[in-house]
């Protein structure tokens, strides 16, 4: 299975809902880009362990991690229901553990000896051009949660932009007919 390492970029507000963020993730390479959407708990917990590391490094996610092994990595391996699928697991696969995207994030940035990866045809899928001086980043319907999804829709109803509702309603009814089988 061919896998690409990701890497942090930035995090940024999401413009019209105070409590969502989204996570920017690139290859190594910054050629590529995928975003996260997280809440408002994790945006907190990211950029205090990115202005203040000090501060954080007694706090319980830092000290575990001290006492962890270095031989673990994380690895994105597919996305249900707008949430990505992230195992944490040890190199040789005897134990792991299925995480949030965005708190596999977080472990990544307290620790920067536990990689993050993403099966690399996911990434194909899911990724986008990364510009650096992009102002904004396309979020893929796929990795919005339902309430996201349906909120998405109300406003390009509002807005008039039809083609876009009409791919976010396929979307809504992918997932229905998921939920039937």
Same mark, same amino acid.
Do not use: W
């Given at each position: 299975?061919?896998? *690409? ?8 507000? =999401? ?10 993730? *690139? ?5 590529r880009a995928l975003s996260v959407v997280c809440d408002e708990a994790m945006t907190r917990q990211i950029v205090m362990r990115l202005q203040s590391?000090?501060? /954080? ?17 994380? *690895? ?33 940035? =307290? ?6 990866? =993403? ?19 396309? =979020? ?18 509002? +807005? ?10 396929? +979307? ?5 007919? +998921?939920?039937? /089988?």
């Amino acid at each position: 299975m061919k896998r *690409t390492r990701l890497r942090y970029e930035n995090i940024q507000q =999401i413009v019209g809902a105070d409590n969502l963020a989204v996570i920017l993730l *690139t290859d190594e390479e910054r050629q590529r880009a995928l975003s996260v959407v997280c809440d408002e708990a994790m945006t907190r917990q990211i950029v205090m362990r990115l202005q203040s590391p000090d501060f /954080c490094r007694t706090l319980l996610p830092e000290a575990l991690l001290q006492m962890m092994p270095d031989n673990y990595e994380m *690895t994105v391996y597919g996305i249900h229901d707008g949430q990505y699928q992230v195992v944490l697991a040890d190199r040789n696969y005897e134990r792991s553990v299925r995480l949030r995207m965005s708190d596999a994030v977080l472990l990544m940035l =307290i620790n920067k000896d536990i990689p993050l990866y =993403i099966e690399e045809n996911l990434m194909q899928r899911q990724c986008v051009t990364f510009h650096p001086e992009a102002k904004g980043i396309a =979020i893929p319907i796929n990795s919005m949660d339902s309430q996201r999804l349906n909120m998405a829709l109300q406003h390009a109803i509002e +807005e008039e932009n039809y083609e876009l509702a009409s791919h976010l309603r396929d +979307e809504i009814n992918r997932r229905k007919g +998921e939920k039937n /089988c």
